[in-house]
């Protein structure tokens, strides 16, 4: 197969999402990541590829999830600003015809910009951050909540595909070379761990 030709179609199985006690954020997106991909496979064909994806920012020891109303989007706006927390990415991939499943997790450092009060309100009145977990969306051409990126840009997008290439490769699929410079070109980003990631070493 060559990525970058797929033929997709999309779902959204119903998993709870409450933490676990005492769950690290690697474990939780993982979890779920793989209770996701369970989930879809039940409705799958012999020969699919199911991928689920699971992403949460990590401010310390505390999950900030999507935000409930303008009120906590604003505090978790505030929270974040002039800090640097985490993203975790924890991907599933499951072959229908082997029943094999891999998993990955891509963890990106975030460093937030010391955006201003009013720039806050604005970008709340917006509706944007409630849909947004940690409030925020990265590539909002407006608000702009990050400093600089020197991670995978992808991931706080919500999918790290440099970490998919590698798990169907382990999987013995054959990859589109070039998929890393089409995610760049479209993110108009110059990744600078996108050669370490498809060589297998951690990064974040």
């Known amino acids: 197969m060559a990525l970058g030709n797929w033929i997709v179609s999309s779902s959204v ?5 409450a ?3 005492g769950e690290a954020p690697a474990e939780y997106v993982l ?10 496979l039940q409705e799958a064909t012999s020969d699919e590829y199911i991928v689920a994806a699971d992403t949460a920012v990590v401010d310390g020891a505390t999950i900030l999830g999507k935000p409930v109303d303008a ?4 505090e978790m706006l505030r929270l974040l600003r002039g800090r640097t927390h985490e993203v975790y990415t924890g991907i599933a991939l499951i072959s ?12 990106t450092r975030v460093p937030m910009r010391e955006y201003s009060d009013s720039e806050i309100g604005a970008y709340v009145a917006s509706g944007d951050p ?3 977990a940690g409030a925020y969306g990265i590539q909002h051409p407006g608000f702009h909540p990050v400093q600089y990126m020197a991670g995978c840009y992808a991931s706080v997008m919500g999918m790290p595909l440099c970490h998919l290439l590698r798990l169907f490769e382990r999987l013995g699929q054959d990859t ?15 990744c600078p761990v996108s050669s370490a990631i498809l060589r297998g070493e951690s990064v974040g």
Request: with cysteine; hydrophobic share 35%; net charge positive.
């Open 31 to 40: 979890r779920l990541a793989t209770e996701k991909a369970r989930a879809a």
């Open 71 to 74: 009120t906590e989007a604003t």
């Open 130 to 132: 409630l849909d947004k």
């Open 176 to 190: 589109q070379p070039n998929l890393p410079q089409q995610c760049q070109t479209h993110l108009a980003y110059q």
């Open 96 to 107: 229908t015809a082997s029943g094999n499943m891999l998993t990955d997790v891509c963890v």
């Open 13 to 17: 199985p119903r998993v709870n999402e």
């Open 19 to 21: 933490r676990l006690t």
